[in-house]
């Protein structure tokens, strides 16, 4: 009878962008245009490069009266929730801290996607605060899930079974969710 944590950490995956408006719209779409900024000022190609990724997906499932709380579980971009979703009072929101290796994400692009049990299904653009949080109105019997994509560029040479590419990796990205449902 507790909080369960599911935690779920991808392999590395690529994409290929070999058209600029493709990549440069997915920028905008995140809130990460200064990315494109940084690409063009580099002189970066502007066609045939590539993108590694990971998702790190977090999930918090209620069991029996669902004591306990969320934790850090120093994933490298991670969500965490300020109270107990399934036991607090939640009429003046939930709060939530995102953190990127360990440190609160502040003024960062959060989307929100709710779905009531009657199958209605919302979008949200949230930003965090100057402490990395944000506030979500919530409703009851509705299922969460929060997203946020932190980019820069790579951090590790590629892997050996990506040295025979020709396209040339030149950004990753980090994709932290949470996943949650509210009860009455």
Known sequence: NTLVTLIHETNENFVTYNKWQKFNNFLI??????????????KFVTSGFRERYVRYAKSLVSS??????DISHNLEI???????????????????KLYYKGKPLVKFQVEVFSKTLGGIVSKDI????????????????????????????????????????KKILLWE???????????N
């Open 126 to 165: 949230l930003v965090t605060d100057n402490h990395g949080q944000i506030v979500l109105a919530t409703y009851p019997k509705t299922k969460y899930l929060l997203n946020a994509v932190k980019m820069r560029e790579p951090t590790a040479m590629d892997s050996s079974k990506e040295k025979n590419e």
């Open 64 to 69: 029996g009266d669902a004591r306990g709380e």
């Open 173 to 183: 990205s980090l994709w932290g969710s949470l996943t949650f449902m509210t009860p």
């Open 29 to 42: 779409e995140k809130n990460l245009s200064h990315i494109a900024k940084t690409h063009l000022d580099k």
């Open 78 to 96: 991670e969500f965490v929730l300020q109270v107990n979703p399934y036991k607090s009072d939640l009429k003046n929101g939930l709060p939530i």
